[in-house]
């Protein structure tokens, strides 16, 4: 229960404190006094919207803060959670629980399960999505919650089993393209040759002769002063000594150390000479120690800060790829499993489910012909005039004033019945036909029987087989008198019907045989288009690269793309690999990016309209526009994209102009030609063009990926585009999709 609530700084309130007390608590007052804003401030700290203009007019901030008493929940304090919610006016916002910071979203999850809100048109519950599939089990029952429950384990085994085969590569198409991607990892650090301390050494030696004119300068200058002038100074001074060490010994013994100190001065010189013929500069041996570096420094960006963690980073590699190599046992193993779970288990559960819905058709279907045979007896009765005797009314009645008339057709259907009756209906009139006849045999012979007659020899052994097949008590029913001229009204109205039946069964046929035609004609035009669209190929001779989980995978010269039943294989002069749709740029020219697979541009202002553009189509950035450039045989197609995206049908979303992607609510400002691919409950993989930057966001907790605009909202997380108008699902497939530049409304 709520214990208090402390509000401050909301609409016409400046600060309150309230206490609740155990119980149902009501809060009453006049209008205006401000009931809307306590429950709205509830609302509020339970991750509700908030505007700006409901902080009190002269204040910057508001805020509210709410004490729950908990016992039993694990985040609980001595029994109680605060949650509380600051609010700024420049719309920052600042969320705590038991005081510990959290975004909005997730004040927002946590408070859904402890706080719901219902207004006079808002029951929350009732309105969440996510709420309508458990009210819906709670509603078939326990039996129905048990089957649930057995198939959701069962579903959960067969996710950890799929789980599990993914991350051993159990798919052989992402097994390759990860062998691929880490032989070229290996490769790339093998070719580099790298030797330990060498970044240390070329940079010394980059240092040397980036400064070598200064040194060289220095040395000179350095020379220049011992010998002419230090050497000079004192070999003057020498002579001057000279003169006066006969006189004492001292100054012998100075002038003996001034001799000494004049022969390493010369021995000095002498090095520092050297130290000058060994300075040069080398503007070629500065490029090759440049490119080295460069080449290390690129490597120490992917693989390790230093030469040593490289290396170990390549055994890593060279480990993980005998891993996967030898993965096939495992992998088979645990198909096994899953071929085992899926034949047992899961149909199991699956033949429980079909009993309980053939159950719930069979109670259907006895009650919607229960319901229809109650109608037909209805119509049968406004339809026809039927008479019912017993055998013991025929018996004490006067038989000669009953008229008895065999008729081939016992019910007559009403006009609308008849148009609409089925094949099965016929078959159940003509065996009614037959009742009937045998029905007036017998009531002929019973007749005759009790007026003394005969009817015949046959009549006789039917009189004595009536004696037993007539009881008293039982009905037989006969048709009421006729004129002849009814008769013949009602002869000439079924023939009519009849005539009208079979000029209906004669149009249907030529509309179902016409569809089959025009239906088979469609499937040959898609068969053609798909094959042609499977094998495809193009040469370019440019430097591309490619992002793959966060490394730069880079394609030097002559590159051969083809797609061939429906995948698309990129041929290199060092490898060849296997591309998803994951676009691939060119290195030698900017704003240009090539299109490996086929993708559909949306329109999403235009009621949401969707295109398909073909694979190795080219998307170009031109003085700030996007372009399509698509080769159609002997012409270049090149046409303008506005107001649009791309999409792959899977989890690629590839962006033509300037985007923000929300992410579990951080934002990611992305710049034209950038993409993100969203994999569900994994991750988001998010590549800035601008700034050449790729970033890896896990959402294996929560997910919540989207684009919103002032028009529209992209939840890259369900695949759905939402707009004014409606919320669709995009597509799953392309191959339906019209072509991109087939019609005039694509046309620039």
Known sequence: MISTLHIKNIGIIDEIMIDFSKGFNILTGETGAGKTLII?????????????????????????????????HPKAVDGNIIISREIFENGRNTCKINGRLVTVNELKEFMNNIINIHGQNDNQNL??????????????????????????????????INRKLKENYGDEKEKQRKLDLLNYQVNEIKNASLKINEDEELEEQRNLIINAEKISKSLNEADMQINENALNSISIAIKKLEKIEDIDKKYEDANTNLKNSYYELQELARDINEYREDVFFDEEERNQIEERLDLIYSLKRKYGNTIEEILKYQDELES??????????????????????????????????????????????????????????????????????????????????????????????????????????????????????????????SIAKLKGKKVGEKSEAKDSKLDTEVDEGEEIIIDAPKTDSESQKRKEKIEEQAELLEKKKK??????????????????????????????????????????????????????????????????????????????????????????????????????????????????????????????????????LEKAFL??????????????????????????????????????????????????????????????TDTYTINMSVDSLQTAEKEQLLIKGLSYLQEFGTTEETQE
């Open 40 to 72: 709205g401030a509830l609302g509020i700290v339970a991750g509700g919207r908030f505007s700006k203009e409901m902080i009190r007019k002269g204040e910057n901030h508001s805020f509210v803060e709410v004490s729950i008493y908990l016992p039993n």
């Open 127 to 160: 309105l969440n999505k996510e709420n309508h599939i458990k009210y819906l089990d709670k509603f078939l029952g326990k039996e129905f919650l048990s089957k649930k429950n057995e198939y959701t384990e069962l579903y959960n085994k067969y996710v950890d």
């Open 320 to 445: 993980e790829i005998n891993r996967i190599e030898n993965l096939d046992e495992e992998n088979q193993k645990t198909k096994e499993e899953k071929v085992n779970l899926m034949e047992t288990k899961e149909k199991k559960v699956s033949k429980k489910a079909v009993k309980a819905k053939e159950a719930t058709d069979e109670k259907v279907v006895k009650k919607a012909t229960t319901k229809k045979d109650a109608t037909k007896e209805t119509k049968s009765k406004k339809t026809t005039s039927k008479a019912i005797l017993k055998a013991e009314e025929l018996k004490n009645e006067d038989v000669s004033e009953v008229e008895f008339k065999k008729e081939e057709t016992n019910v007559v259907t009403s006009n609308k019945d008849f148009t609409e009756e089925t094949e099965e209906a016929k078959v159940e009139h003509v065996e009614e036909s037959k009742k009937t006849k045998e029905n007036n045999a017998k009531l002929e012979a």
């Open 507 to 640: 149009r249907k046929s030529s509309i179902i045989t016409t569809s089959i035609i025009a239906a088979l004609i469609v499937i040959i035009v898609i068969v053609i288009i798909i094959i042609g669209s499977l094998n495809s190929t193009t040469v370019e001779s440019h430097d591309f690269y490619q992002w793959y989980s966060g490394q730069r995978v880079e394609y030097k010269g002559e590159l051969t793309f083809t797609r061939k039943e429906g995948l698309t294989e990129l041929k290199a002069k060092d490898r060849k690999v296997t591309l998803d749709s994951t676009p691939v740029y060119y290195a030698d020219e900017n704003g240009k990016v090539i299109l490996p697979e086929d993708m559909a541009v949306v329109y999403p202002n235009n009621n949401g309209m969707m295109y398909r553009i073909n694979h190795f189509a080219d998307i170009t950035e031109e003085n700030g526009e996007i372009y399509l450039e698509t080769n159609l045989a002997t012409k270049t197609n090149k046409t303008k």
């Open 647 to 708: 999409y792959d049908g899977q989890d690629l979303y590839f962006f033509l102009e300037r985007t923000t992607i929300t992410v579990n609510g951080t934002n990611y400002e992305v710049s034209p030609l950038s993409y993100a691919i969203v994999r569900y409950k994994q991750n988001v993989e998010i590549y800035n063009y601008e700034k050449d930057e790729y970033q890896v966001i896990d959402t294996t907790e929560t997910q919540e990926a989207k684009v919103v």
